[in-house]
DNA sequence: TCGAGCATTATTGTTCAACAACTTTGTTTC
DNA sequence: GAAACAAAGTTGTTGAACAATAATGCTCGA
C-alpha cells in the first residue's frame, strides 16, 4: 500500500484510540513531522478522514478532531437503526456472519468479567468487542456501501463516546443487550430480533444523550 | 470556499455530466493545467472524490472515473432499497421535503415531454429531476449522514447511467412511477407508499442490469 | 513471426522551499 | 474596557525536483 494510505490509517487508529481529545486541533507541520513525512502528503490523508467525518476541516484554520454534538448523535442512531434493523430483518440465521456475531458476543462477555470497576482501558476492550458485533451484523446486509457506511458512523459514535469519561456505563449494559438480540434472532426469527435491536439502539442512544446532557451541566 | 474545495465540486460535476468516460483514467499533469492549478492541489481534490466512489484510484497508475461493475449496481440498489424504503416508511406527508418531491415529479414531466426521440441531451434532465425525487425522499429521514450517503450513491449510480447509452429507456419508464410513489403515498399513506417504492426500484434495477448485460453481450 | 527479456519513457509518489492568504494574538490607544 | 491596528503563526498553494513504479518499445534469439 501507499504510505498515503499507511499514513490514514495510522492517524485513523490514533484518533479512535483517543490520542487526540475530540474537538482538539491538529497542526499539519508538527504531525508531519512526528510521522515523518511532508506536510503535503499529510494534507491528502487529512483530505480522506475528512471525507470519513473523523476530521473536521474549517479553511484557514485546519483541521481538528471532529467532536460529535447531541445533533450529531442523534443522527448517528437514526442512521444506525435504520442500516442494523433492516440489515436483521432481511437475513437468515444461516449467513456466515452469525458467527462472527457469536464469537463477538462471547469475547464482550469474557471482556466485562476481567474488567474490574473502572479500568477505563478494560471497558474500551468491551467497547471494541461490541462494535464488532454490530459490524458483523450489518454484514448480514452483504452489502459493501452499507458496511462502509457503517464503519464511518461507528468510528465517529466512538468519538463521541471518548467525550464520557464513564466508559462502563456506555459499554457494559449492552453486553447483554447484543447477546439478547442474538439470541431472539436465533430463536424468534428476523422480525423479533429486529424488535430486539431497535430496542437496543434506543437505549443506547438514550445512554449517550443523557451523558452528553450531564456533561453540558457539569 | 477554498480552491480545492471549487476544484472538488467542478470536478465532480463534470464527472457526472460525463466529461469523462466511466474508466477513463484522469492525468494528473493535464488536469491540473486544465483547470490552472498546481499539481499537489488538484491531488487533494481527487483525494475526496476517491472517498466519495466516484473516482478509483490505484497507486502508481494514477486515478480513473470510476466504472461500476454489475455488482456495484446490485450493491447499490441494495443500499438504495434500505434507504429510501425506510425513509419513506418513517415519514409524513406534512413533511416539507414532500413539495420537493412534487416539484421534482412535475418537471420529469415537463421535460419528458418536451424530449423527443433521441434526444439524449433532454433524456439526461428527465434522469436529473428523477434523480431530485429521490434525493427529495431520502431528505424526508431528516439525516444528513442518510442524504450524504445517498448523494454518493445516486452519484455512482449516474456513472453506471453513462456506460448505457439508451437514456430514454433508464429514465421514461420512471416518470410515471415516480409519480405513483408519490401519489400512493399521499393517498394510502407511508405502507403503501414504500410497497410501491420498493417495487420501482426492482423494477429500476432490472432495467440497468438488462442494459449491462446486453453491453458485455454486444 | 513470435515471444522473452531488457532498456526507455512516462506517470505517479513524495519531498522541499517559498510565498500568499488568512486567523489569531498581542499591543496600543482612546 | 472596547476598538483599531500591528505582529506572529498557521494554513493554502505553487513550482521544481527527484524517487519509485508502471507502461511502452526494442532487441534478440528461437
Known sequence: MNQQGMLAD??????????????????????????????NTLREAFRALSEQGLLEHVPHRGVSVASPTIADVIDI???RRVIECTALLHSEPEHPSVQRMQQAVLAAEAAAQDAVLDDAEA???????????????????DSPRLARTYRDLAAELRLAFLKIDDPRSLHEPFVRKNRAVLDTFLTRGAQEGAAELERYLVQSERVVLGAFARMQLG
Request: overall charge neutral.
Open 123 to 141: 471497558w474500551r476492550e468491551v467497547g471494541s468487542a461490541n462494535m464488532a458485533f454490530h459490524v458483523a451484523l450489518v454484514d448480514l446486509a
Open 77 to 79: 442512531y437514526r442512521a
Open 10 to 39: 495510522a492517524l485513523r487508529q490514533q484518533i479512535i484510540d483517543g490520542a487526540f481529545a475530540p474537538g482538539s486541533r491538529l497542526s499539519e507541520s508538527a504531525i508531519a513531522e512526528h510521522f515523518g513525512v511532508a506536510r
